[in-house]
Structures are given as C-alpha cells and as structure tokens.
C-alpha cells in the first residue's frame, strides 16, 4: 500500500487551521509521488468533519468512538496505529501541535517508522520523500532524508504552508471500524479548561500595536499604549513581554498566546520568531518597525520601517493624532 495521510485536527467541534495546511501540502506531496491523498480523522461523531474534509482530500478515513471525542495519546495511538499497520502509507503528515508533538513519537516509536518532528517544508527528491527542519534556533535549515524507509511520519510546524483553500475534491468516506476494544483507564480526559478571559479580547481588535522586547522597559509601554490610543487600536505582544510581566497574557499573540486577524497589526520591536508570526500572519496589513532590517518580521510586514522604534513611535502616535482632529 501506499499514499499521503493527513491527521485531521480537531478542539471542540472546530477543525483546526493547521489541517487544511497540511491538506495543501499534502495534495502536492502526493502528486509528486503518484500516490493518493488522504484525511484520517478519529472523533467520536465524524460526520461533521467528513462532510467538510472530503472536498479537500479524494478519500476520507473516519474512525468514530466515544473514546476518541477529545485528544487522549492512548486512545489516538491505538486506533491510528492499528489503521496505519494495515494500510501501511508512505508518508503520515501531523501539526507540530501539542496534540501532534505528543503523539507523533509515540507512533514512530509502536510503528518503527522513521519521524521528523517541526518541519517547515516536505519535498520529494528523485522519488524520496524529504523534509527541512530548522536547527540552532532557526539559524540553519536541516534537509531530512528517510533512507531506506517505505513508512515515514512527519509534524508540519503550524504556519509553513498556505490553508488549502481549493476545495477540490468529493473525497470518498470510508468508515474504519474502532480498533479500540477495553476502555482506556490510564488516561482520560476530564474537562475542557478554557484560559480566563481578561478584560481586554486581542481577537476582537481591527487594529493591533503589538510590541516585542524591543520596548526595553515596562516604563516605555505607554509610548505604545499612547499610539494605540490615537489609532484607536488595542495593545497586544510577544511573549517575552509577557514573561517580563510588562504585559498580561491575555495579550499575548502567538502559538502559546493567542491567533490574531486584525485589519491592520504594527509590530513594534517584534523579531518575528516563528511563534509569534503563526499567531498573526493571517492580519491583513502588516506594518513592522525593527531596527534590524534582517528581522524576519519584515518577510511578512508589507511596511516595513528600519529604524530605532523610540524614534518612529512618537512621530507615529503624532501623525496618527493629527489625522483624527
Ligand atoms: C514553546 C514556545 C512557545 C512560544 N510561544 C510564543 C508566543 O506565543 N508568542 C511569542 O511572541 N513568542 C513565543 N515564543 C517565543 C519566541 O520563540 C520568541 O522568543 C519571541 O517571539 C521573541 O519575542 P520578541 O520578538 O519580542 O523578542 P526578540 O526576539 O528579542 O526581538 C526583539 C526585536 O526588537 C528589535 N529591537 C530592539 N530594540 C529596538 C529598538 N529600539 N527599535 C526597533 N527595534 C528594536 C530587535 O532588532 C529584535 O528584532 C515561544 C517560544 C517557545 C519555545
């Protein structure tokens, strides 16, 4: 046997952004090899989520049990496992998710099947599959071979492809009975803890004045807060702001903090580490002020400003007043 297959991710009867990434990539992958794309989603109802996913892969696997309902490695080890031992494909593409981080390994380790974990792109070369991976804190791209593999298993860090957005596809379901026996009792979900909202919701926000380390000091964010002020913005940050208790997390973007679409977002002092950039790519108009005209973030501002922010900031939150009155 052989084929592409996806891990369709899902929280709470939401299909997750980094599936239809995947899907993307994965159409591609498969073409590459001649070989077939195809979705796995394991829930305990999957109906909702075949419906949706068929249009985006030519067949659909569905494994349904009331122990698959929520993400449990145990329950979802054990019935993909049992499906990919007899479908046996060459390549099984995972988010790097905390769902997929933990259960990639798990699998590699039952299946014996080589695993690159946080890859940022999948190719095939002369007929092998390959993936890159960063290394030394992004600094150095890593080509990962699967030499004399025919099973390999891969986790896509979240952000590195474009959503699928073509709906191509009236994929064919194919209901997989559960493997799933006994009741798994070493682990089980008990509720679904939702982070306290604060005061302030970042996701509502059209337009955000984020800042990053560069402020300097928690004394320096009232020349932000005084911006978004007069564009009428909400302040939100990168994570080490929030590590340094300048800000609360619930302003925090990114992959631990929270997925952002604001019409407009300034990044003020942001590096644009890869972690930030997934929770607020998607806004739609960047501008980046960064005096390292190297900073990734300028690769996905589409204004840039190379410059100290303690010079730009003022001139900024000037302008901004000036265009109000
Ligand atoms: C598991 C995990 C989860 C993470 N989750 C998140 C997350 O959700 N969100 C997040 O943001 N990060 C997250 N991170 C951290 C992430 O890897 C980066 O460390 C972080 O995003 C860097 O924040 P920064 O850009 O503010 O700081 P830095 O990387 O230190 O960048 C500061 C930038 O400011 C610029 N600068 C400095 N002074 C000035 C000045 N005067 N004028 C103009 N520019 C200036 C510098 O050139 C630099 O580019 C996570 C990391 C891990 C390991």
Not at 26 to 44: P, T, W
Not at 105 to 123: F, H, M, N, Q, Y
Not at 187 to 202: H, S
Not at 210 to 236: C, K
Request: charged share 25%; with cysteine; glycine share 8%.
């Amino acid at each position: 046997m052989s084929g592409v297959w996806v891990v369709i991710e899902h929280r709470r009867g939401e299909i997750r952004e980094i599936s239809y990434e995947m899907l993307g990539k994965g159409r591609m992958v498969a073409e590459k090899l001649n070989q077939e794309l195809s979705a796995v989603i394991l829930s305990s109802d999957a109906r909702a989520f075949s419906e949706k996913i068929k249009k985006y892969a030519p067949q659909v696997f569905t494994i349904e049990d009331k122990q698959l309902e929520n993400y449990n490695a145990l329950s979802y080890q054990a019935a993909l496992s049992a499906l990919a031992i007899e479908k046996a494909p060459s390549l099984l593409l995972m988010g790097h998710t905390s769902y997929g981080m933990e259960l990639a390994p798990r699998l590699s380790a039952g299946l014996k099947w080589p695993l690159a974990t946080d890859c940022i792109e999948v190719e095939v070369t002369d007929g092998s599959i390959e993936a890159i991976r960063k290394l030394y804190s992004d600094k150095v791209n890593a080509r990962i071979g699967f030499r004399g593999a025919k099973n390999a298993l891969v986790t896509v860090r979240p952000g590195s492809f474009p959503a699928e957005i073509e709906a191509a596809y009236d994929g064919e379901i194919i209901n997989v009975p559960s493997p799933l026996t006994a009741e798994i009792q070493a682990r089980k979900f008990i509720e679904f803890v939702e982070a306290a909202a604060g005061e302030v919701d970042i996701t509502r926000a059209d337009i955000l004045v984020s800042v990053g380390r560069g402020i300097g000091d928690a004394e320096n964010i009232p020349l932000a807060e005084a911006l978004a002020q007069a564009l009428g913005a909400t302040l939100s940050c990168s994570r080490p702001v929030v590590d340094k208790k300048w800000l609360p997390k619930e302003r925090q973007v990114g992959t631990s903090g929270k997925t952002v679409k604001p019409k407009v977002y300034i990044a003020l002092g942001i590096s644009g580490a890869f972690q930030h950039v997934a929770g607020m790519k998607n806004s739609g108009t960047i501008i980046a002020v960064n005096k390292d005209p190297k900073a990734p973030i300028f690769n996905v501002a589409q204004y840039g400003i190379v410059d100290d922010l303690f010079k730009v900031l003022p001139a900024l939150t000037e302008k901004a007043k000036a265009l109000r009155t």
